[in-house]
């Protein structure tokens, strides 16, 4: 089996139904891209929900998530962090466990290196990160980390595959304008097994 990076498994989770992996509706996620996009348009963005400590947090952490590569652009690129600020403003049961995650993280980055998460080294950023990645390798007093980063990856990938940055790495084709349909091409039908 081919060793996969962290984008193809999370470009593979967008491809699945997201309302069943998700907390959070197709039509939230896509709601909130269209505001990201509107506020893209304007200009700087000023974050209702987080802090600006919380948003730099969110920042650095969503380019660990999905950070960019040869074929598009990082999360922060995409405007996740702008999609989380709109996901947890209309979601006011979920604030709590958004903000009592990333003051985990800081926590953690201060008993572990003396220094907030923003400040660490990449190399103590990912330590921290390792830690928590990984539901089954789950170490004891990590599981509050552990649930906070499944969200914070949902919650990226979902900004991250609704935006049009999303759309095109994955090459979707749907909402397309096609004049003439001319029926399935050869080679897949051949490919099929059928006539």
Not at 45 to 60: G, I, K, L, Q, S
Not at 133 to 156: A, K, Y
Request: glycine share 6%.
């Amino acid at each position: 089996m081919a060793t996969l990076d962290r984008r193809s498994v999370l470009r593979a989770m967008a491809a699945a139904p997201l309302a069943a992996a998700f907390t959070w509706t197709h039509e939230e996620a896509m709601h909130a891209s269209e505001l990201v996009k509107a506020t893209q348009a304007q200009g700087a963005f000023t974050p209702a929900f987080f802090t600006a400590d919380e948003y730099a947090t969110v920042r650095v952490l969503v380019d660990y998530i999905i950070p960019k590569d040869d074929k598009s652009g990082s999360a922060t690129d995409a405007g996740v962090p702008e999609f989380i600020d709109f996901m947890m403003t209309d979601q006011p049961n979920r604030q709590n466990a958004m903000r009592g995650g990333l003051a985990w993280l800081d926590h953690e980055c201060q008993r572990r290196f003396d220094k907030r998460f923003t400040v660490c080294t990449d190399a103590e950023r990912r330590q921290v990160l390792d830690d928590i990645s990984w539901p089954e390798r789950i170490q004891p007093g990590m599981r509050p980390g552990v649930t906070f980063f499944n969200t914070m990856r949902d919650l990226t990938a979902s900004g991250f595959w609704t935006s049009e940055m999303g759309i095109n790495d994955i090459q979707y084709l749907g909402n397309t304008f096609v004049p003439t349909w001319t029926g399935c091409p050869p080679e897949v039908l051949k490919k099929l097994g059928l006539e």
